[in-house]
Protein backbone atom coordinates (compact mmCIF):
# COMPACT_ATOMS: atom_id res chain seq x y z
CA UNK A 1 0.00 0.00 0.00
CA UNK A 2 0.82 3.79 -0.32
CA UNK A 3 1.91 4.44 -3.93
CA UNK A 4 2.53 7.64 -4.78
CA UNK A 5 3.20 7.98 -8.58
CA UNK A 6 3.92 10.91 -10.88
CA UNK A 7 3.22 11.50 -14.59
CA UNK A 8 5.32 12.38 -16.36
CA UNK A 9 8.29 10.59 -15.37
CA UNK A 10 10.78 12.90 -18.04
CA UNK A 11 9.65 15.63 -19.87
CA UNK A 12 11.68 17.62 -22.22
CA UNK A 13 10.21 21.64 -23.32
CA UNK A 14 11.18 24.60 -25.27
CA UNK A 15 11.99 28.13 -23.21
CA UNK A 16 8.85 30.30 -22.43
CA UNK A 17 6.55 27.19 -22.43
CA UNK A 18 5.02 25.88 -19.46
CA UNK A 19 4.64 21.82 -17.62
CA UNK A 20 2.53 20.62 -15.91
CA UNK A 21 3.26 17.66 -12.92
CA UNK A 22 1.00 15.31 -11.83
CA UNK A 23 1.16 13.52 -8.60
CA UNK A 24 -1.31 11.25 -7.47
CA UNK A 25 -1.88 8.47 -3.97
CA UNK A 26 -2.92 5.41 -5.59
CA UNK A 27 -4.34 4.00 -2.62
CA UNK A 28 -4.93 6.27 -0.19
CA UNK A 29 -6.49 9.89 0.38
CA UNK A 30 -3.18 12.50 0.66
CA UNK A 31 -4.56 15.21 3.22
CA UNK A 32 -1.62 16.94 2.46
CA UNK A 33 1.12 16.75 -0.45
CA UNK A 34 4.45 18.06 -0.87
CA UNK A 35 6.51 19.59 -3.79
CA UNK A 36 10.26 18.87 -3.52
CA UNK A 37 12.89 20.12 -5.74
CA UNK A 38 16.56 18.09 -6.43
CA UNK A 39 19.51 19.20 -8.16
CA UNK A 40 22.19 17.01 -9.33
CA UNK A 41 23.72 15.37 -6.65
CA UNK A 42 21.59 17.61 -4.02
CA UNK A 43 19.60 17.11 -1.50
CA UNK A 44 15.64 17.64 -1.85
CA UNK A 45 14.45 21.02 -0.96
CA UNK A 46 10.63 21.52 -0.10
CA UNK A 47 8.94 24.05 -2.74
CA UNK A 48 5.52 23.90 -1.21
CA UNK A 49 2.92 22.05 0.97
CA UNK A 50 -0.32 21.93 -0.29
CA UNK A 51 -3.88 20.58 1.32
CA UNK A 52 -6.68 19.52 -0.74
CA UNK A 53 -9.18 22.36 -1.43
CA UNK A 54 -7.15 25.40 0.06
CA UNK A 55 -4.15 27.32 -1.67
CA UNK A 56 -0.10 26.11 -1.29
CA UNK A 57 2.33 27.29 1.20
CA UNK A 58 5.24 28.06 -0.53
CA UNK A 59 8.60 28.21 1.60
CA UNK A 60 11.00 31.21 1.31
CA UNK A 61 12.06 32.40 -1.96
CA UNK A 62 9.73 29.86 -4.03
CA UNK A 63 8.30 32.26 -6.92
CA UNK A 64 4.24 31.07 -6.17
CA UNK A 65 3.66 32.96 -10.03
CA UNK A 66 6.42 30.89 -11.04
CA UNK A 67 5.24 27.38 -9.39
CA UNK A 68 1.90 26.54 -9.55
CA UNK A 69 0.46 24.11 -7.35
CA UNK A 70 -3.01 22.67 -7.50
CA UNK A 71 -4.41 20.44 -5.12
CA UNK A 72 -7.82 19.70 -6.23
CA UNK A 73 -8.88 16.37 -4.62
CA UNK A 74 -7.97 14.11 -2.16
CA UNK A 75 -5.77 12.02 -4.33
CA UNK A 76 -4.48 14.10 -7.08
CA UNK A 77 -2.01 17.40 -6.78
CA UNK A 78 -0.33 19.23 -9.56
CA UNK A 79 2.63 21.48 -10.48
CA UNK A 80 2.96 23.55 -13.25
CA UNK A 81 5.59 25.46 -14.11
CA UNK A 82 4.94 28.46 -16.23
CA UNK A 83 6.89 29.85 -18.64
CA UNK A 84 10.10 27.69 -18.12
CA UNK A 85 13.54 28.55 -18.63
CA UNK A 86 16.65 26.45 -18.47
CA UNK A 87 17.39 27.07 -14.74
CA UNK A 88 14.00 25.20 -13.77
CA UNK A 89 15.54 22.38 -15.24
CA UNK A 90 15.56 19.89 -12.19
CA UNK A 91 14.09 17.08 -10.68
CA UNK A 92 10.97 16.90 -9.05
CA UNK A 93 9.73 15.12 -6.32
CA UNK A 94 5.98 14.84 -4.56
CA UNK A 95 5.25 13.51 -1.32
CA UNK A 96 1.39 12.89 -0.23
CA UNK A 97 0.77 12.19 3.38
CA UNK A 98 -2.56 10.87 4.66
CA UNK A 99 -4.26 10.36 8.34
CA UNK A 100 -1.20 9.40 10.96
CA UNK A 101 0.63 7.60 8.46
CA UNK A 102 3.61 9.93 7.43
CA UNK A 103 4.72 10.88 4.42
CA UNK A 104 5.28 8.48 1.03
CA UNK A 105 6.84 9.45 -2.33
CA UNK A 106 6.83 9.38 -5.99
CA UNK A 107 9.09 8.43 -8.18
CA UNK A 108 10.23 11.55 -9.30
CA UNK A 109 9.98 13.91 -13.05
CA UNK A 110 12.96 14.81 -14.41
CA UNK A 111 12.25 18.23 -16.52
CA UNK A 112 15.29 19.86 -19.17
CA UNK A 113 14.50 23.00 -20.46
CA UNK A 114 15.96 24.01 -23.93
CA UNK B 1 16.45 27.34 11.88
CA UNK B 2 16.52 23.87 11.18
CA UNK B 3 19.19 21.72 9.40
CA UNK B 4 20.78 18.67 8.81
CA UNK B 5 24.85 18.14 8.41
CA UNK B 6 25.52 14.74 6.50
CA UNK B 7 29.17 15.42 6.55
CA UNK B 8 30.55 12.51 4.14
CA UNK B 9 29.35 13.00 0.58
CA UNK B 10 30.69 9.50 -0.21
CA UNK B 11 31.22 6.10 2.03
CA UNK B 12 32.45 2.85 0.26
CA UNK B 13 32.27 -0.60 1.98
CA UNK B 14 32.95 -3.81 1.13
CA UNK B 15 29.93 -6.24 1.09
CA UNK B 16 29.68 -8.24 4.28
CA UNK B 17 31.21 -5.12 5.84
CA UNK B 18 29.23 -2.93 8.58
CA UNK B 19 28.67 1.01 7.75
CA UNK B 20 27.66 4.06 9.50
CA UNK B 21 26.13 6.95 8.15
CA UNK B 22 26.78 10.05 9.95
CA UNK B 23 24.24 12.45 10.86
CA UNK B 24 24.03 15.89 12.71
CA UNK B 25 20.77 17.77 13.42
CA UNK B 26 19.93 21.17 14.24
CA UNK B 27 16.59 22.19 16.15
CA UNK B 28 14.95 23.84 18.80
CA UNK B 29 13.03 21.20 20.18
CA UNK B 30 12.87 17.65 20.32
CA UNK B 31 12.78 16.92 16.62
CA UNK B 32 11.57 14.24 14.95
CA UNK B 33 14.10 12.23 12.81
CA UNK B 34 14.10 9.95 9.36
CA UNK B 35 16.20 8.23 7.23
CA UNK B 36 15.70 7.72 3.52
CA UNK B 37 17.46 5.97 0.81
CA UNK B 38 16.78 6.67 -2.74
CA UNK B 39 17.68 4.64 -5.99
CA UNK B 40 17.62 5.53 -9.56
CA UNK B 41 14.34 5.25 -10.81
CA UNK B 42 12.24 5.38 -7.42
CA UNK B 43 10.99 7.25 -4.93
CA UNK B 44 12.24 7.78 -1.40
CA UNK B 45 12.15 4.93 0.64
CA UNK B 46 12.02 5.40 4.57
CA UNK B 47 14.25 3.36 6.73
CA UNK B 48 13.52 4.34 9.95
CA UNK B 49 11.87 7.37 12.44
CA UNK B 50 12.53 8.77 15.69
CA UNK B 51 9.25 10.54 17.25
CA UNK B 52 9.90 9.54 20.99
CA UNK B 53 10.96 6.96 23.06
CA UNK B 54 13.24 4.48 23.17
CA UNK B 55 16.58 6.23 20.99
CA UNK B 56 17.88 2.92 19.34
CA UNK B 57 15.32 2.61 16.38
CA UNK B 58 15.26 -0.40 14.16
CA UNK B 59 14.16 -0.10 10.41
CA UNK B 60 13.62 -2.24 7.31
CA UNK B 61 16.71 -3.98 5.56
CA UNK B 62 18.26 -4.57 8.62
CA UNK B 63 19.34 -0.96 9.34
CA UNK B 64 18.92 0.88 12.96
CA UNK B 65 19.65 4.60 13.94
CA UNK B 66 20.39 5.85 17.70
CA UNK B 67 19.03 9.44 18.26
CA UNK B 68 22.01 10.97 20.85
CA UNK B 69 20.38 14.35 21.81
CA UNK B 70 23.55 15.22 23.66
CA UNK B 71 25.51 15.41 20.37
CA UNK B 72 22.43 16.19 18.36
CA UNK B 73 22.86 13.06 16.42
CA UNK B 74 21.04 10.63 14.31
CA UNK B 75 23.58 8.09 12.85
CA UNK B 76 22.47 5.33 10.77
CA UNK B 77 24.00 2.06 11.64
CA UNK B 78 24.19 -1.92 9.59
CA UNK B 79 25.80 -4.59 11.05
CA UNK B 80 26.52 -6.27 6.97
CA UNK B 81 26.37 -4.47 3.96
CA UNK B 82 24.89 -5.89 1.16
CA UNK B 83 25.59 -4.78 -2.69
CA UNK B 84 21.90 -3.92 -2.93
CA UNK B 85 22.43 -1.43 -0.80
CA UNK B 86 24.31 0.74 -2.82
CA UNK B 87 21.88 3.66 -2.80
CA UNK B 88 21.89 7.30 -1.75
CA UNK B 89 20.91 7.82 1.87
CA UNK B 90 19.48 11.15 3.33
CA UNK B 91 18.69 12.12 6.68
CA UNK B 92 16.05 14.24 7.84
CA UNK B 93 14.40 16.54 10.55
CA UNK B 94 10.31 16.82 10.34
CA UNK B 95 9.34 20.21 11.45
CA UNK B 96 5.79 20.19 12.55
CA UNK B 97 3.25 22.14 10.94
CA UNK B 98 -0.45 21.87 12.14
CA UNK B 99 -2.38 19.05 14.34
CA UNK B 100 -0.08 16.02 12.95
CA UNK B 101 1.37 16.86 9.52
CA UNK B 102 5.43 17.76 9.49
CA UNK B 103 7.62 19.48 6.77
CA UNK B 104 10.88 17.68 6.31
CA UNK B 105 14.36 19.43 5.79
CA UNK B 106 16.97 17.22 4.23
CA UNK B 107 20.54 16.83 4.49
CA UNK B 108 22.51 16.61 1.48
CA UNK B 109 22.98 13.15 1.52
CA UNK B 110 25.54 10.75 1.44
CA UNK B 111 26.14 8.12 -1.68
CA UNK B 112 27.14 4.35 -0.84
CA UNK B 113 28.97 2.98 -2.76
CA UNK B 114 29.76 -1.04 -2.16
CA UNK B 115 32.91 -3.49 -2.87
CA UNK B 116 32.44 -6.80 -3.80
Known amino acids: GAVVSQHPSWVICKSGTSVKIECRSL??????MFWYRQFPKQSLMLMATSNEGSKATYEQGVEKDKFLINHASLTLSTLTVTSAHPEDSSFYICSAEGQANGQFFGPGTRLTVL | AQSVTQPDIHITVSEGASLELRCNYS??????LFWYVQSPGQGLQLLLKYFSGDTLVQGIKGFEAEFKRSQSSFNLRKPSVHWSDAAEYFC??????????????FGSGTRLLVRP
Open chain 2, 92 to 105: AVGAPIGDSSYKLI
Open chain 2, 27 to 32: YGATPY
Open chain 1, 27 to 32: DFQATT
